[in-house]
């Protein structure tokens, strides 16, 4: 195991974790202060919040269509306001960290994995 396991591991869970807080924050505020535009977006949950209104499947979709589209895009209902810009840009910086520690988690660890089996290889064939 790799001395960077535990810490990439840590990192990458925490940083998902507050994604998903601040991903519901903005769909919260969504739901309160701009209902037409969460109704056209599907009626989208959160990972921990959950209107009444929401469909465990419809609801469900409607949430990653959201999700991935605030990677790539700002919606007028969260430019009109600085408060959700700046959870917008949080959101997608706690995204960027949780997958670049998951991606040095899998160097890491298939990194080592690798190193073992070729040394093992080597010793097999002689050393040839």
Same mark, same amino acid.
Request: with cysteine; net charge positive; proline share 4%.
């Given at each position: 195991?790799?001395?960077?396991?535990?810490?990439?591991?840590?990192?990458?869970?925490?940083?998902?974790?507050?994604?998903?807080?601040?991903?519901?924050?903005?769909?919260?505020?969504?739901?309160?202060?701009?209902?037409?535009?969460?109704?056209?977006?599907?009626?989208?949950?959160?990972?921990?919040?959950?209107?009444?209104?929401?469909?465990?499947?419809?609801?469900?979709?409607?949430?990653?269509?959201?999700?991935?589209?605030?990677?790539?895009?700002?919606?007028?209902?969260?430019?009109?306001?600085?408060?959700?810009?700046?959870?917008?840009?949080?959101?997608?910086?706690?995204?960027?960290?949780?997958?670049?520690?998951?991606?040095?988690?899998?160097?890491? @660890?298939?990194?080592?994995?690798?190193?073992?089996?070729?040394?093992?290889?080597?010793?097999? @064939?002689?050393?040839?």
């Amino acid at each position: 195991m790799s001395v960077f396991t535990l810490p990439c591991l840590a990192v990458a869970a925490a940083a998902g974790l507050r994604a998903m807080w601040l991903y519901d924050r903005l769909v919260r505020a969504e739901y309160a202060e701009h209902r037409t535009a969460w109704e056209l977006d599907g009626r989208p949950g959160g990972f921990f919040w959950w209107p009444r209104e929401c469909r465990l499947i419809r609801s469900g979709f409607a949430r990653d269509s959201l999700y991935r589209s605030l990677l790539t895009s700002t919606p007028d209902w969260i430019a009109g306001s600085p408060r959700l810009r700046r959870c917008l840009r949080q959101l997608r910086l706690s995204i960027w960290v949780a997958v670049a520690s998951a991606f040095v988690l899998a160097v890491a @660890t298939w990194g080592w994995v690798i190193v073992i089996w070729a040394q093992r290889l080597y010793r097999a @064939t002689g050393g040839a």
